[in-house]
């Protein structure tokens, strides 16, 4: 079946830091793969997408490349700001169906 | 262009009472999904719409659960009677064209709480 395993947080750090987060998945087919966002009060936005094996999504300076020999989907960011405080989510989306599988999310605090 | 909306934003209900959630997708977005997300953890699949019909149910906890596209615009979710279990953060998200193709753009969600 389908499934994500996000690295677990909260993850803190410093402004300009670098960042990663872990993302892995299980799955049948070829999925596509997502990174969400949900900062504090609001919905879940999409961050960035990749639709098949080596495609690199990209957005805001965060970027994730579709592994598909380590089934991975790790996000990265060169230099976090205070205002990328939030939860994030990874998720793919199977080969078939139009559903979400999403991992547990990870909480991201940056600090001035 | 309006997003996807939701109502309300919080709900507080004690165990066997009964709530009705309701979600308002993009105009024009033919499919609308429903998700969960329980106090830390993963956002679970509930229903997908396309239009008035159900495509996949496969997510509905049991059948406290009913939801409805009625017309194919907005959708509600009823949870008759409410457990403790249904707590959560409740999503909706909707899509336009075929659903492999198209984001999901997802509400602000409604936060329920069963006491």
């Known amino acids: 079946g389908n499934s994500v395993t996000q690295m677990e947080g909260p993850v803190t750090l410093s402004e300009e830091a670098f960042l990663t987060i872990n993302c892995t998945y299980t799955a049948t087919g070829y999925p596509s793969l997502f990174w969400y966002v949900q900062y504090p009060g609001e919905g879940l936005q999409l961050l960035l997408k990749a639709t098949k094996a080596d495609d690199k999504g990209s957005n805001k300076g965060f970027e994730a490349t579709y592994r598909k020999e380590t089934t991975s989907f790790h996000l990265e960011k060169g230099s976090v700001q205070v205002s990328d405080s939030a939860v994030y989510f990874c998720?793919?989306?199977?080969?078939?169906?139009?559903?979400?599988?999403f991992g547990r999310g990870t909480q991201l605090t940056v600090w001035p | 262009e309006a997003g996807v909306t939701q109502f309300p934003s919080h709900s507080v209900i004690e165990k066997g009472q009964t709530v009705t959630l309701r979600c308002d997708p993009i105009?024009?977005?033919?499919?609308l999904y429903w998700y969960r997300r329980v106090m830390g953890k993963e956002i679970k699949f509930l229903l997908h719409?396309?239009?008035?019909?159900?495509?996949?149910e496969s997510g509905m906890p049991n059948n406290r659960f009913l939801a409805e596209r009625t017309g194919g615009t907005y959708s509600t979710l009823k949870v008759q009677p409410a457990e403790l279990e249904d707590s959560g953060v409740y999503f909706c998200a909707s899509s336009q064209g075929g659903p492999r193709q198209e984001t999901q753009y997802f509400g602000p969600g409604t936060r329920l709480l069963v006491l």
């Open positions: 998720a793919l989306r199977g080969s078939t169906l139009g559903r979400l599988y």
């Open positions: 105009s024009g977005h033919d499919n």
């Open positions: 719409f396309v239009k008035e019909s159900k495509q996949d």
